[in-house]
């Protein structure tokens, strides 16, 4: 029969851990047993953390994870299920928000800082466009599209809708290839070559193309493509 955490000494309780220690100094399942809270009548919070990761297999893919795959899990019902994913999205806004906040475009390198936390854990292509202003200050971050990239998928009027509606100068599209491998496919390249062409009829210039790998990236415009 599993533990019941109250039968552990109040010193090693994760609560009581997070008091003394801070929560840098918890492990990943201490802090996903806080905000999940209590476990089941035959299993503690603790023991069904640990099989929460070991589901995910690990922090990296945790967020990614749907919401029936982790309502497979023993003990974590829907409510649990939707906590967990509610999480992971806050945590992907304030990595936006803190980026808009502040950050000035200059090079494919800080756009890859903002978007890379983000898209190299995703298991789909996922087209993202980020909008400047005139200084080359993001003033939005915005999803265009889910899945494989291809031409008639990937509109132009749905890219520039977005940047028409924030008044935005310029324009960054950036996407990532689940696979890891960052080299652009020729798909990729006509997709890029269209909404240049679109984004200079409308006077917003498309500045580059940004691809996003395993620990990579691809700029177009650095590669000449652009």
Do not use: W
Request: one cysteine or more; aromatic letters at 4%; hydrophobic letters at 40%.
């Amino acid at each position: 029969m599993s533990f019941r955490l109250k039968d552990l000494p109040k010193h090693n309780r994760p609560r009581e851990r997070f008091k003394m220690y801070g929560a840098q100094n918890l492990t990943d399942i201490e802090l996903l047993s806080i905000l999940l809270g209590s476990g089941i009548k035959d299993d503690n919070i603790i023991n069904v953390s640990m099989k929460v990761f070991s589901k995910s297999k690990g922090l990296r893919n945790l967020f990614n994870m749907s919401l029936n795959e982790l309502q497979e899990i023993k003990g974590i019902g829907e409510v649990k299920s939707i906590q967990i994913l509610a999480l992971g999205e806050l945590i992907r806004r304030y990595t936006i928000v803190d980026y808009e906040d502040k950050l000035k475009v200059s090079s494919a390198i800080d756009c890859v800082n903002i978007i890379n936390n983000e898209m190299c854990l995703l298991n789909k292509e996922v087209l993202k466009i980020i909008m400047l202003n005139v200084k080359n200050i993001v003033i939005g971050i915005r999803d265009v599209s889910i899945g494989s990239l291809n031409s008639s998928i990937v509109h132009p009027r749905e890219v520039f809708h977005e940047a028409i509606k924030n008044s935005s100068a310029s324009i960054i599209i950036a996407h990532n290839h689940p696979s890891g491998d960052s080299t652009p496919s020729k798909e990729d390249i006509n997709i890029t070559k269209r909404l240049k062409e679109c984004g200079e009829l409308l006077g917003i210039n498309l500045l580059d193309h940004i691809i996003i790998g395993k620990n990579t990236y691809v700029s177009l415009k650095e590669k000449g493509i652009l």
